[in-house]
C-alpha cells in the first residue's frame, strides 16, 4: 500500500479539516479563546492568511493561503493543535497523557476560484449542516459574518 502523499504548493490556498480524537467533546467550542491563543501565535510565528473558518465543538474548518515562498502547511497545524492542548493540560481540563486530536488531518489544494467559493461555503454552512444552529449567522465561531457584514 503506497503512502499517502500531501500537495505542497508554495503560496497555495487550502482547505483543512482537523478532528477531535473524542468526538463527543465539545473541547474547541468550550474552550474557544485558547484556540484563539494558539492561532494567533501560529499566525506570527509562521505567516498564514485566513480566508474562513468554522470552530465546530469537535472539528475545525479552515481555508488558509500560505506566503508564496512557503508550503509547510504540517507545521503550522501541528503547532496549533499542540499549543491548543498544551493549554487544555495546563488549566487541567485534560490529563497529560489523554489524546486530544486525531493524529491525522484533512487537506485540499484549492484549484480556482470556483472551487474556493465552494469550500468557503462549506465551512460556512456547516454549523447549520450538523444541526447546531437554523441560520449560518447564528454561529459565533465562524468567519461568516467576516464576508456578510452590513455595509457602514
Do not use: C
Not at 80 to 94: D, E
Not at 117 to 135: L, Q, R, S, T, W
Amino acid at each position: 500500500m503506497p503512502a499517502y502523499r500531501r500537495l505542497y504548493i508554495p503560496g497555495g490556498t487550502y482547505f483543512f479539516t482537523v478532528n477531535l480524537a473524542d468526538r463527543s467533546r465539545r473541547l474547541l467550542t468550550d474552550h474557544v479563546e485558547s484556540l484563539r491563543q494558539s492561532w494567533r501565535e501560529v499566525e506570527e510565528a509562521h505567516a498564514f492568511t485566513t480566508l474562513a473558518a468554522v470552530v465546530l465543538p469537535d472539528r475545525l474548518h479552515v481555508i488558509w493561503t500560505l506566503p508564496p515562498d512557503d508550503a509547510d502547511f504540517s507545521t503550522r497545524l501541528r503547532l496549533l493543535k499542540s499549543g491548543f492542548t498544551r493549554r487544555l493540560r495546563a488549566s487541567g481540563v485534560t490529563a497529560p497523557r489523554e489524546k486530544v486530536w486525531q493524529n491525522r488531518f484533512w487537506e485540499h489544494a484549492i484549484r480556482d476560484d470556483r472551487d474556493l467559493d465552494a469550500h468557503i461555503n462549506y465551512v460556512h454552512f456547516n454549523p447549520v449542516k450538523h444541526g447546531h444552529v437554523a441560520e449560518v449567522s447564528d454561529w459565533p465561531y465562524s468567519t461568516w459574518k467576516r464576508y456578510h457584514a452590513p455595509d457602514a
